[in-house]
């Protein structure tokens, strides 16, 4: 639980940024999971290599992914919608 914690920017993060509650409360729910969550969306709407070299695994921007997506509806460009958050308010840049 420990290594998947540090792969986390908000939960568990000693000093870290708390505004940003709830990509904070989905790593926590994929922290529990084991790391763990199933891909083939995120796969399927072209994101495999989406910042790929960012450190995040690709099972928790899949988590994001799918929650983003729930949470705001289905538009013809989820993808890039997906992209300005994750880049913006979850990376913070």
Request: glycine share 10%; net charge negative; hydrophobic share 35%.
């Amino acid at each position: 639980m420990e290594e998947l914690i540090k792969l986390c920017r908000y939960y568990g993060v000693e000093g870290g940024d708390q505004k940003n509650t709830v990509a904070c409360f989905y790593e926590e729910k994929w922290v529990n999971n084991g790391g763990s969550f199933p891909t083939d969306e995120y796969i399927e709407f072209g994101l495999e290599e989406f910042n790929i070299d960012d450190g995040v695994p690709i099972s928790l921007k899949a988590m994001l992914f799918n929650r983003y997506k729930i949470s705001n509806g289905y538009y013809n460009n989820m993808t890039e919608m997906f992209k300005d958050w994750y880049i913006k308010f979850y990376l913070g840049k």
